[in-house]
């Protein structure tokens, strides 16, 4: 089964910056499509930025320019480098890992709270 593990949230003040990192439970980002995805409270839970199993990288209008993903399959480990970081990037972040041609298969980190302040 494939476990998640989020870290790498906090407190920071506008304009600085994170890296948050998802460790996998096994070497899974040849067949997985990887992404972040974050939820704010009394909100839908929104697509940031994912990573084919070729290294097509998309981002959200919101944060391109700002953010970047990347992985290192040796680790097992994806990261979200967060840059001139905005309180609108206040949110629950959520790494997640899905099977194009497998509508079944989702699965979801615990989630690691970042909070921007101005």
């Known amino acids: 089964q494939v476990q998640l593990v989020e870290s790498g949230g906090g ?12 460790a996998a439970s096994g070497s899974i980002f040849s067949i997985n499509v990887m ?11 929104e697509l940031v930025a994912s990573i ?7 981002y959200a209008d919101s944060v391109s320019g700002r953010f970047t993903i990347s992985r290192d399959n040796a680790k097992n480990t994806l ?3 967060m840059n001139s970081l905005k309180p609108e990037d206040t949110a629950v972040y959520y790494c997640n890992a899905r099977r194009t041609y497998d509508r079944t298969y989702n699965y979801w980190g615990q989630g690691t709270q970042v909070t921007v302040s101005s």
Do not use: D, I, M, T
Request: hydrophobic share 25%; net charge positive.
């Open 35 to 45: 992404g972040w995805y974050r939820q704010a409270p009394g909100k839908q839970r």
């Open 79 to 81: 990261y979200l480098q």
């Open 11 to 22: 407190l920071v003040q506008a304009g600085e910056s994170l890296r948050l990192s998802c």
């Open 52 to 58: 084919s199993p070729v290294g097509s990288r998309n």
